[in-house]
């Protein structure tokens, strides 16, 4: 089992930085894969960004490409999600997930989320 807490949400105006951060339990986060995920108010959640377990690989939504930055450290067990150029679009609460899967992507846990808000 994987526990995931989110934190670094906040209030940013447009244009602007902030940085999201995931801290995970469990001595096996290196094997898992780490996504960040995004749920605006009255829409679904949508994939925004995933790392490969060395953190070698990485791959982002088309909506955040060239903005966001996601990483990982394993022996902190963090995850980080580093977004600038903020839009008003991005208005959402980030959830990040873990995948232990070595079969398919699929992600078995998710933390609780983290609201950020953008103001135009």
């Known amino acids: 089992q994987v526990q995931l807490v989110e934190s670094g949400g906040g209030l940013v105006q447009a244009g602007g930085s902030l940085s999201l951060s995931c801290a995970a339990s469990g001595r096996t986060f290196s094997n898992s894969v780490m996504g960040w995920f995004r749920r605006a108010p009255g829409k679904e959640r949508e994939f925004v960004a995933r790392?490969?377990?060395?953190?070698?690989?990485?791959f982002y939504a088309a909506s955040v490409k060239g903005r966001f930055t996601i990483s990982r450290d394993n022996v902190k067990n963090m995850v980080y999600l580093q977004m600038n150029n903020l839009k008003p679009e991005d208005t959402a609460v980030y959830y990040c997930?873990?995948?232990?899967?070595?079969?398919?992507?699929?992600?078995?846990?998710w933390g609780q989320g983290t609201q950020v808000t953008v103001s135009s």
């Open positions: 790392i490969s377990r060395s953190g070698g690989s990485t």
């Open positions: 997930a873990a995948g232990t899967s070595l079969i398919e992507l699929r992600y078995d846990y």
